[in-house]
């Protein structure tokens, strides 16, 4: 099994996703948020289902959640966290809101715990995205949803492949880095990936269905 890291430094990006939650949801709202928001069409809609948020950020998704949901959100930076909590006290949806600064790498639940786990742009943004594939393994159910919103390398000898993997550098500087395949990655780690649907700005993201086999 795979285990490479990428060249993500978990501190620079505490600082910066600290740095960037102001102004989050006018930014990177306008250019991640379509995919998000595509997402919860392929969410169950079951009431009183536990469901995990790997990198909920300032809580842009809460509001998107079935009533009744059990919610946990987790986020590395203090300062998301904050707002994430500002958003769910006035949310009246009947949900149960749980708040938390968390390590995505380490995730401090049972195994078998929810029903889905969401994780909307996050996977590229950590230093060992296999680890955190197999944390969301752990963690779900079998036969639970696993929700990725992402973006993904492309495939091997195609041009925007290498494009990727040249800017890679740069864009992690920015958050989050070009060159890893998402899907592989999930795959690897024994999540059984079952289909991948285009989203946002050019169908650049990817929305990553899969399930605990």
Known sequence: MS???????PGYMEKLYSFYCPF????F???????????????SRRPDQRVLEIGVGPGSTLEFYPPRTD????????????EARKKAANLNSGSRFHLQVMDATN???PDNH??????AFVITTVQDPHKVCREILRVVKPGGQIIAVNHTRSQNGSLWGRVEDVMAPLF???????????????NEAGISVQEAVRCNLLNT????MGTKP
Request: aromatic fraction near 12%.
């Open 3 to 9: 285990s490479r890291k990428s060249r993500v430094n």
């Open 24 to 27: 989050y949801d006018w930014v």
């Open 29 to 43: 709202g306008k250019l991640l948020g379509p995919g998000r928001r595509k997402a919860f069409n392929y969410l």
């Open 71 to 82: 919610f946990v959100g987790i986020d590395i930076s203090a300062a998301m966290i904050e």
């Open 107 to 109: 995730l401090e639940f």
């Open 114 to 119: 929810f029903d889905v786990v969401m994780a």
């Open 172 to 186: 992690v500087r920015i958050g989050f880095t070009t060159d890893l395949d998402v899907i592989k990655a999930m």
């Open 205 to 208: 993201g990817r929305i990553i």
